[in-house]
């Protein structure tokens, strides 16, 4: 089997793989790909409506929230909320914890009124910036990044934030671990990392936050996706339906509070094979901001880095190469990585450094 952290486009559980497999050429005994059905008839639709109920089911979603499929990935988002979602007279706020939630302020910046009120920059965006913001009347919504994949940093507690409106990119965390959706205005995702294929973006929008205005195009109103349960035009297909697949695979794993579970367990094993190794990994994220889904760490030369991939690979270990940005490795754990990849990582770890540690 492969033993694979590539920080996307999408890791899948491989019991969703065979499924998929099984389906390709004859749906539910139809003769066709679901993609091959109108998503307008009933067999897609069903499938539709179960991905969003699970979607509901799984995060335990309240009926004040609309759950809405869309497309654009959340790049798209970084400029559809502050399009929507900023009124005249009123800010935006952002707080910046990495180049995802840097991204995210710049697009609100060039639509509307926004100002970041807190940023970990300094420490480059090693530490996650101490959260004492206090609400404002003139706020239109505060942003956070829930966890931030390039510098592995993710903040612990996602009920610890409150804002009347407050809005989360969890692009890279959703599902993996239990919050109160109540405590938020606006959740959206990119499926790419934990639930499903690239090409869908998971949206979770408290009703009262789905305003019609003239000033926004249909296309990109959260209000007219809502009104056709994201049916408005041609959606994802087959990103939905292999959605769909990845939820009822985290259903039968027992929810995701056995997803916090194993992720915990999984980046302790990695996490461990650093602090042991007094300094010759070295942890990019502080120990109070690290995240359990992006691990990143560095060793002490270029040298010493690059011999580090030639033999991981050669042990079968792929896809650890850090982001341009920060260098050195990061460990992808997504849900769908197996505890197995992570230890066996764990273990080629100690021995690289038995063999080049002084
Ligand atoms: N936000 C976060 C936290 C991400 O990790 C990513 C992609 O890795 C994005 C946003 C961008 O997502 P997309 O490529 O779907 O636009």
Not at 92 to 117: D, F, M, N, P
Not at 211 to 216: C, D, K, P, R
Request: net charge negative.
């Amino acid at each position: 089997t492969r033993i694979y952290f590539q920080a996307g486009p999408t890791t899948l559980p491989k019991e969703v793989m065979q499924q998929a497999k099984e389906e390709w050429d004859d749906f539910q005994g139809t003769g066709l790909n679901i993609m091959e059905h109108s998503h307008r008839g009933k067999d897609y639709e069903d499938i539709h409506e179960q991905a969003k109920n699970r979607m509901r089911s799984l995060l335990d979603i309240p009926d004040t929230h609309d759950v809405l499929f869309l497309q654009g990935g959340a790049s798209l988002q970084f400029a559809m909320i502050p399009m929507n979602l900023i009124p005249d007279g009123k800010t935006a706020k952002y707080i910046l914890t990495g180049s995802w939630s840097e991204k995210a302020y710049q697009e609100a910046q060039r639509i509307g009124s926004s100002e970041a009120v807190i940023s970990g920059k300094d420490s480059a965006y090693r530490t996650l910036p101490v959260m004492d913001y206090v609400p404002s009347e003139n706020d239109a919504y505060l942003h956070i990044t829930s966890n931030n994949t390039i510098y592995g940093t993710q903040w612990p507690d996602l009920n610890a934030f409150s804002h009347p409106t407050l809005i989360a990119d969890m692009s890279s965390d959703i599902m993996s671990r239990p919050f109160s959706v109540d405590k938020y205005g606006l959740i959206y995702a990119g499926a790419q990392k934990n639930l499903g294929p690239s090409g869908v973006t998971a949206v979770i929008i408290r009703k009262d936050l789905l305003q019609e205005s003239n000033a926004v195009p249909s296309i990109l109103s959260y209000s007219v996706h809502a009104k056709n349960k994201s049916l408005y035009n041609t959606p994802p297909v087959y990103s939905i339906y292999l959605l769909n697949l990845v939820l009822d695979w985290v259903e039968r794993s027992g929810g995701v509070n056995e997803m916090e579970v194993r992720n915990q367990k999984k980046a302790k094993v990695i996490y461990d094979a650093i602090d042991q190794s007094h300094d010759f990994y070295n942890g990019y994220a502080t120990p109070d901001s690290r995240s359990n889904m992006n691990v990143t760490f560095t060793l002490g030369s270029k040298e010493l880095e690059q011999q580090f991939i030639k033999e991981s690979e050669e042990n079968g270990i792929y896809g650890l190469k850090g982001h341009r940005s920060v260098g050195g490795f990061r460990a992808s754990i997504y849900n769908a990585v197996p505890q197995e990849s992570c230890d066996s990582l764990a273990t080629f770890m100690v021995q690289f450094q038995e063999k080049y540690g002084k």
